[in-house]
Every structure is written in C-alpha cells, then in structure tokens.
C-alpha cells in the first residue's frame, strides 16, 4: 500500500498529528548526528593541538 494512500484512507487529524512528530523525529535524529560529528572533529583538533605542543611546534 502506497504511503500517500494510507494517508488518504486515514482521518485528516490523524494525518495532521502524524506529520510533526515524524518531522521532529527526523530532525533530532538529524541534530545527534551532527552534534556526534562536531563533537568527534572537535576533539581530534583539540588532540592535535596539543600533540603539536608537546612537540614544540607552536605558531
């Protein structure tokens, strides 16, 4: 059954219901992800920093 039938055949409040909790689904799954991939590059950077400190090799 097609997704826009099942919508058609369910009650328009329902449908209406529905829709932002699928959109607020889909964006906090999408904000983890990106928070995930700041959180990892800022932490690479930041190992980096003081790899290079340690070294001597400050700027």
Do not use: R
């Not at 909790?21 to 906090?28: E, G, P, Y």
């Amino acid at each position: 059954m097609d997704l826009m039938m099942i919508f058609h055949l369910a009650d328009p409040l329902t449908s209406l219901l529905l829709l932002p909790v699928f959109s607020f689904i889909a964006c906090s799954i999408m904000i983890c992800g990106l928070q995930w991939y700041q959180f990892n590059s800022v932490k690479a950077m930041s190992a980096e920093l003081a790899s290079m400190e340690i070294a001597g090799e400050q700027k």
